[in-house]
C-alpha cells in the first residue's frame, strides 16, 4: 500500500503543479522559478518589465488596466489567465547602498488620539526587555524580496526521540509524534510557528500541535555552533497558536489565554498568562511596543484554508515594569485582499510586527502556503505585507505587497512556520521551518527517522542582499 502511495504521489506530481498557481511558478531560460504576486502600488519584475515600465495588461475579460507604483512611475503588472504589453519609459531610480542605520535616543514621540495606536516606538535598542529594534525602508526591503533579492540558508536543529529535556523531563515522542495519518507517512500534527528571539542563550523557538497535548520548545547554541533542542514544555491544549517575540518573552495563545514566557529564563519556567478577550490565534498573533507600558497585540483568524470569514483584532496590552498586566479589545476589522490577488492570500497561519524606524509606522507580515495533497510537500508559500492604519478612529490593515516562494515539506514549509525577524542591523529576515517529522520512520517515509534515534529538524533563514 506503501508504495503504491508513493508511485501514486509522484504521478500527480506535475499535474498539480500545472493547475491554478501555474503562474506564479513556471519556466524560462532552462529554469524554475517564482513570481511575486500582484501588489498594490509596487512593481513586479518579468524580463523587460522590470520597474519604471508601464505594462498594460489585458485581463480574460478584455479589460486594460495600468498598475503605477508608490513613486509616481508606472510598473508592470502580472495578469492571471490574461496578456500583458510592455512599452519601456523611464530607468529605475537607484537606490543607495545598504548601511548601518543610527537611530536616534530621544524619545517616542507622543501620539494624537487618531494615531494612538498606528505609531510603534522606534528608538528602543536589542535586548531590552518590552521591546523590539525597529527596521529600516520595510516596503522597500520586502520589495526586494518580491523581486527574488533574497538568499535562503539551511540549518538543522538536532533532538533524540526517546530521550527527556528539561524543566518536564518530556521527550520529543511526547510532543512532536505527529500522529500520521497521510500517505508517506506525512504528519497530521506540525510545527505551529518558529522564530529567531532576541536570545543568546536560545536563539531559536517554537510552538507544535498535537493529538492531545502540544507544546513549546526552546533551541540553545552548543559549544560547537550547532544547535540542539533545549527545553520542551508540554502544554493543557492540543493546539497552541504560533510564536512572537518582543524583547525577553516568547508570546503564544491557546484557548483564550495569552501566555508570556521568559526566554532568558535557564529553567524556562517563568510563565504568566492573561485572559484575551474573543481570542482568534488561528492566523497568528504579533506584538509591538507602542509607548512606556503600552504595547499593541494583532491577531488573525482564523486559520487553514476555506471559506471562513477572515478577520483582524486589535487589542491594548498595558505593562508595567515590562510585565504585562492587562488586555483590552480595541476594534476589529475584516481581513482584506485586493481583488487581482489570488485567493490563497486571503489566509494566514502566523504574523509578524514591524516597527518602521524614523516613521514609526506599523506593518505586519503574514505567512501562508499550501496545504493540500502534494502542494503541501512541495507547493506554494505566501508572504504578504500590510499597513496598520487608523480610519475614522478604526484600525485595520491595509495590504500593500505580496510574493510567493517555493516550499518544501522537508526544511521550508511557509505554511507551518514562517515569520519576519528585525536583526540588529534593523533588516529583515525571513525564517521558515520543516513542517512535521513522524517517529515511525521506513522507507517510503520521506520524514522518518534515522535507524539510532537521532534526528534533524531543518529551518531556513533568508536575508535580502
Request: proline residues 6%; charged residues 15%.
Amino acid at each position: 500500500m506503501k508504495l503504491f502511495s508513493f508511485l501514486v504521489l509522484f504521478v500527480l506530481m506535475p499535474i498539480t503543479f500545472a493547475g491554478p498557481n501555474a503562474s506564479v511558478f513556471h519556466a524560462h531560460d532552462g529554469r524554475i522559478h517564482s513570481h511575486p504576486l500582484p501588489e498594490q502600488g509596487l512593481s513586479h519584475r518579468h524580463g523587460a518589465g522590470s520597474l519604471g515600465v508601464i505594462a498594460k495588461s489585458t485581463n480574460a475579460a478584455g479589460n486594460v488596466a495600468n498598475v503605477t507604483s508608490n513613486t509616481g512611475r508606472i510598473s508592470s503588472s502580472v495578469v492571471y489567465g490574461g496578456s500583458q504589453t510592455v512599452v519601456p519609459t523611464k530607468p529605475p531610480i537607484k537606490h543607495p547602498p545598504r548601511r548601518q542605520v543610527i537611530i536616534s535616543n530621544q524619545g517616542t514621540s507622543t501620539h494624537t488620539a487618531n494615531t494612538k495606536f498606528t505609531k510603534g516606538d522606534f528608538n528602543c535598542s536589542m535586548g531590552q526587555a518590552d521591546c523590539n529594534v525597529c527596521a529600516v525602508n520595510v516596503q522597500q526591503y520586502f520589495r526586494k524580496a518580491t523581486s527574488q533579492q533574497i538568499s535562503w540558508k539551511s540549518q538543522p536543529w538536532l533532538f533524540n526521540w526517546p530521550s527527556t529535556y528539561p524543566p518536564q523531563r518530556k521527550r520529543p515522542l511526547d510532543i512532536f509524534n505527529g500522529d500520521a495519518a497521510y500517505a508517506l507517512g506525512i504528519p497530521d500534527k506540525h510545527i505551529q510557528g518558529f522564530v529567531k528571539t532576541n536570545s543568546s542563550l536560545y536563539p531559536y523557538a517554537g510552538s507544535h500541535s498535537h493529538k492531545k497535548n502540544g507544546g513549546i520548545f526552546f533551541i540553545k547554541r552548543g559549544d560547537n555552533g550547532k544547535n540542539y533542542l533545549g527545553s520542551l514544555h508540554q502544554l493543557a491544549g492540543r493546539h497552541p497558536s504560533g510564536v512572537h517575540v518582543i524583547g525577553k518573552y516568547l508570546v503564544y495563545g491557546m484557548n483564550d489565554r495569552l501566555y508570556f514566557k521568559d526566554i532568558n529564563s535557564r529553567n524556562q519556567q517563568s510563565t504568566f498568562n492573561l485572559k484575551i478577550p474573543k481570542p482568534g490565534f488561528g492566523g497568528g498573533l504579533g506584538v509591538l511596543k507602542l509607548s512606556k507600558d503600552n504595547h499593541l497585540i494583532i491577531t488573525s483568524g482564523p486559520g487553514g484554508q476555506d471559506k471562513r470569514p477572515r478577520y483582524n483584532r486589535f487589542y491594548h496590552l498595558k505593562s508595567i515594569n515590562g510585565r504585562p498586566v492587562s488586555i483590552t479589545l480595541i476594534s476589529e476589522s475584516a481581513s482584506i485582499k485586493p481583488a487581482k490577488w489570488p485567493s490563497s492570500l486571503t489566509f494566514s497561519e502566523n504574523l509578524s510586527l514591524i516597527t518602521e524606524c524614523g516613521s514609526g509606522d506599523i506593518y505586519s507580515i503574514h505567512t501562508s502556503g499550501d496545504e493540500k495533497g502534494v502542494l503541501a510537500i512541495s507547493g506554494n508559500g505566501y508572504w504578504r505585507l500590510s499597513k496598520l492604519v487608523s480610519q475614522q478612529n478604526r484600525l485595520s490593515l491595509k495590504p500593500i505587497s505580496a510574493f510567493a516562494s517555493r516550499q518544501n515539506m522537508s526544511s521550508c514549509n511557509i505554511r507551518a512556520a514562517a515569520t519576519v525577524h528585525v536583526n540588529e542591523q534593523h533588516q529583515l529576515e525571513f525564517y521558515c521551518h520543516a513542517y512535521a517529522k513522524d517517529p515511525d520512520g521506513s522507507t517510503f517515509n520521506v520524514l522518518g527517522k534515522s535507524s539510532r534515534g537521532i534526528d534533524k529538524f531543518y529551518f531556513k533563514k533568508g536575508t535580502i542582499r
